[in-house]
């Protein structure tokens, strides 16, 4: 079976869309399926045509320059636009059985223009709802005619695919509300590659020696610096738990938009020589920086995007057997069961968080069965081979669908 997948970015950018992409395309392998992929021009240019990365050849989309980008609206045309003819040329070339397009709504729409003129079945995966993710962003309002625009195209394109995925049952319970046949959507979760995050001994080598964790509690955190993530939250409630836990330490590791506002909110609460900043760190050093964490953080704030979305970060950390503790956000809540496999304090409460953290680090003995907990679960339920198996059903009833025969006026229009 050929599967051609229609990415938004992909390596080597490092992002937890990229993470997710990498364990599906190399568990499809596994299974001796063929994918091919493409990005959209959306993805950082490079130089050539195709390049690889981890192991992977990916396929670019040239990003097309034009006056017309300054225009509302032009540049999300350009980008399909582009993304249609870099596919249909490669759908010709590689003859695909299925187009497997992942959100944002630009892949889908190209997906599905070529789908028609090749007689192609598409998939559309839904990881998140982009116009959700603007708006936390502060790009676009939550009422504004973007985002209602974004919604109604992305509803269009998952009412024509020929079937959808989603990676949690919070996104599958928002497509049906949409009018999206159940029978028509997969839920495809998130996983963890256990033998990437394989439990380490204390006694691997520091990921950050130019921290002195020695005698030190170390409170973690790993992944983007987006305002929903509650950063700033978790620095407004860590003197409380200095207060009462003075050997402690705040190592967060990543970077993006909210590292800068982090770092002045470091200093204007003194707390330079408690909050250490790691930057971005490669994948192979994430193993080491959860065996260097006593407790890792996830105190998102309650919003759309984060009650609908499950993230990653914290079942590898599950997986690694360090101790959870994350807001109590929908996604969230469909991976931690509180007091079994993790807690979760009520999202958006500062000293609800500080709480819960003091009550942990004075009861540290009670730990190890939460802990077992949570990697039984991690191995038994959230396995990428077990995951990404769940395509085959869905591969298998579309695969038939393929005809492969070409629309003369997207052709004509292409050449």
């Given at each position: ?309 499950t993230p990653l970060k914290p079942l590898e950390a599950m997986a690694s057997r360090r101790l959870v503790v994350a807001s109590d956000v929908g996604g969230h809540q469909e991976l931690i069961s ?78």
């Amino acid at each position: 079976m050929r599967i051609l997948h229609i990415l938004d970015h992909s390596a080597p950018l490092q992002s937890g869309y990229v993470s997710r992409t990498l364990a599906i395309l190399k568990q499809q392998r596994n299974l001796g399926w063929e994918t091919a992929h493409l990005t959209g021009p959306k993805h950082p240019a490079t130089p050539m045509p195709s390049e690889m990365a981890e192991g992977l050849l990916f396929h670019r989309t040239p990003a097309s320059w034009s006056r017309l980008t300054r225009i509302p609206l032009c540049d999300p045309l350009l980008v399909v636009s582009a993304l249609k003819k870099q596919l249909l040329q490669l759908a010709r070339t590689w003859q695909p059985d299925i187009l497997h397009a992942h959100s944002p709504l630009l892949n889908g729409l190209a997906a599905l223009a070529v789908g028609r003129a090749l007689q192609l079945p598409v998939l559309y995966e839904v990881r998140a709802f982009w116009e959700d993710a603007a708006a936390s962003h502060g790009t676009a309002h939550p009422n504004g005619p973007r985002y209602h625009l974004t919604r109604r195209l992305e509803t269009y394109v998952m009412q024509k695919a020929d079937a959808v995925t989603v990676i949690c049952d919070g996104l599958r319970q928002e497509l049906i509300t949409r009018g999206i046949a159940p029978h028509k959507i997969t839920t495809i979760p998130n996983a963890v590659a256990l033998e990437r995050f394989a439990p380490q001994p204390p006694t691997i080598a520091s990921p950050w020696p130019t921290i002195d964790t020695t005698g030190r509690t170390v409170l973690g955190y790993i992944g983007s610096f987006y305002s929903y993530e509650g950063l700033a939250l978790l620095l407004e409630a860590l003197p409380a738990i200095r207060a009462r836990h003075p050997d402690i330490l705040l190592v967060l590791v990543g970077g993006g938009p909210e590292e800068q506002p982090l770092r002045q909110m470091v200093k204007q609460l003194g707390l330079e020589s408690t909050v250490h900043f790691t930057g971005r760190l490669p994948p192979e050093c994430m193993p080491a920086c959860h065996a260097h964490m006593d407790l890792m953080l996830f105190p998102r704030l309650p919003m759309r995007l984060t009650h609908l979305v499950t993230p990653l970060k914290p079942l590898e950390a599950m997986a690694s057997r360090r101790l959870v503790v994350a807001s109590d956000v929908g996604g969230h809540q469909e991976l931690i069961s509180h007091g079994q496999t993790g807690f979760l304090f009520p999202a958006g409460q500062g000293q609800a968080l500080a709480a819960t953290v003091n009550s942990l680090l004075d009861q540290r003995a009670q730990w190890e069965p939460i802990l077992e907990n949570a990697l039984r679960f991690v191995r038994s339920e959230r396995t990428w081979s077990a995951s990404v198996a769940r395509y085959q059903p869905v591969y298998a009833r579309l695969a038939p669908m393929a005809q492969r025969s070409p629309d003369p006026i997207l052709e004509g229009s292409s050449s």
